[in-house]
């Protein structure tokens, strides 16, 4: 995960608690750990891996990255006020008498995902865990807002999925937690398996199956095979949940049913589905949504646009159901589901005419999303007197394929009424060549040399979206559309 991403950390998991999260000695026997420098004198109330988001009363660890180790912040992590750090056995000696250490044997993430392990052994919640190509954390949102309403939730922050993000998230998930939700990723084969381990979820969700990662894999059916891991950390007796509509499901159910499953069921628009799509509506800021619930009938409101994002809510119900909580209640919070930045969020600009609308989906990008993207924009009410502008980045780790995927999305771009096109970077080259001349915006190497003639060129009533891979640093752009704007002396608002 990126550093952006460890930024957007807060306390909007589950919140501080009135005790300590983890006693200071209770620390000691998860750790496996020494003290060093004095027992703390208090407990801690929160765990933390980055000295940027670390707030007082956190527990510290000293990770060893790719670019950067921990135990280089050890003295600004205590000069914050974290209650101690943990750190390695080679590193113990250097740091003594900056505070209260507690020493490890063998690497400091060890250390955090032992932690992790003892925080989901205390609990008595009931634990989900979300996995898949696209989706994966729009729907573990929507499951923290449908969860919450029922009882005292921790979910993981931002993308937190991976094989530091998932042990974080368990060793700040506060004993008192009713529910649980994880969000589980993987760009290799075999990296789900420790981490679904790890979660022991009740219920596990599979959103969908595409090309991506596709570098990595001999194809399709091998990255099923990877999502299928999180079925290996199901309690026995839990609840695995399909795409119904995939064309991977009869290999994902095989999956399932070989797990610890007690209950294999699939959302979609099949009629086999226990969770059926019925109907949706798309409005500019929210989708109507007409379902059937293992045989009850709903309408709601999702608080956001997107055929995807309503499917992917059907899931949201099912494991609400799974876990205890009334369908019908848990679809009534997912008015209020907003899409994140970088993912689906929109915001109102103003251009030097007027006012026009920005979604952000900057975040990730890969075929099956930029379709449902584009899908979006072409049902939305068509724009006037503005255009349909798609503004997009490479899709990375697709591959020997890349070239022809990329290419391939023109026809989707025509098919939705888009109007212009710019594009960044050399993989979209072939995806800009295959465009009528008519809909060429322009085509630059790179996001931030793109950026200045999208900005220039958006005017009132244009409907922009902003897509591509993280690593194409798409977010360049729509940080110059909003310093455009902040140029021009108006401030940019939600939509």
Excluded at 17 to 38: D, F, H, K, N, Y
Excluded at 184 to 212: K, S, Y
Excluded at 435 to 451: D, K, T, V
Aim: with cysteine; hydrophobic share 45%.
């Amino acid at each position: 995960m990126s550093e952006t991403a460890i930024r957007e950390a807060s306390s909007s998991e589950t919140g501080r608690q009135s005790e300590p999260l983890w006693t200071a000695l209770g620390l000691v026997a998860p750790l496996e750990a020494r003290i060093s420098g004095g027992a703390p004198r208090r407990g801690a109330t929160g765990v933390s891996i980055d000295t940027r988001t670390l707030r007082p009363g956190d527990l510290f660890f000293a990770i060893s990255g790719l670019n950067s180790d921990g135990h280089d912040y050890v003295a600004a992590a205590l000069e914050k006020g974290a209650l101690a750090a943990v750190v390695d056995e080679a590193h113990a000696g250097s740091l003594a008498g900056l505070g209260p250490l507690y020493v490890v044997r063998d690497e400091v993430l060890a250390a955090l995902e032992r932690l992790g392990v003892a925080a989901r052994a205390r609990t008595k919640a009931r634990i989900v865990a979300v996995t898949g190509s696209v989706g994966k954390t729009s729907t573990k949102e929507a499951l923290r807002l449908a969860l919450a309403a029922a009882g005292p939730t921790h979910a993981s922050v931002a993308s937190y999925n991976n094989h530091w993000g998932v042990p974080l998230t368990l060793a700040r998930m506060p004993k008192q937690t009713e529910f649980g939700v994880f969000e589980i990723g993987m760009n290799h084969q075999g990296e789900i398996t420790p981490l679904t381990r790890m979660a022991r979820p009740h219920v596990a969700i599979i959103t969908t199956v595409a090309a991506v990662h596709m570098e990595n894999f001999t194809g399709l059916a091998a990255v099923a095979d990877a999502k299928a891991e999180i079925f290996a950390g199901l309690e026995p007796g839990g609840v695995a949940i399909l795409p119904a509509d995939n064309p991977q499901f009869e290999r994902l159910d095989a999956a399932a049913r070989r797990s610890p499953a007690g209950l294999v069921a699939s959302f979609g628009a099949n009629e086999h589905a226990e969770a059926r799509l019925l109907d949706v509506s798309l409005a500019a800021d929210h989708s109507m949504v007409e379902a059937d619930i293992c045989g009850q009938r709903l309408t709601y409101r999702l608080g956001a646009p997107g055929r995807h994002l309503a499917m992917n809510s059907l899931a949201v119900l099912l494991a609400a159901k799974a876990l205890g909580v009334d369908p019908r209640d848990a679809a009534q919070t997912l008015a209020s589901f907003a899409a994140q930045p970088g993912r689906g969020q929109r915001l109102t600009l103003q251009a030097c005419d007027g006012a026009y609308t920005l979604i952000d989906e900057s975040y990730n990008a890969n075929p099956a999303s930029m379709r449902a993207a584009f899908e979006l924009a072409g049902a939305l009410p068509p724009p006037s007197p503005g255009r349909r502008i798609a503004v997009l980045g490479d899709m990375l780790e697709l591959g020997s394929g890349a070239a022809d995927m990329h290419a391939g999305l023109a026809e989707d771009l025509t098919a939705n009424h888009f109007d212009l096109v710019f594009a960044a970077g050399p993989l979209c080259k072939h995806l800009f060549d295959a465009l009528p001349a008519a809909m060429q915006g322009e085509w630059r190497e790179s996001a931030q040399m793109i950026a200045p003639a999208v900005a220039a060129a958006a005017r009132a009533g244009d409907l922009v979206i902003v897509k591509g891979s993280n690593g194409s640093k798409m977010s360049a752009v729509v940080e110059a559309l909003k310093q455009a704007e902040r140029n021009g002396s108006n401030e940019g608002r939600t939509a």
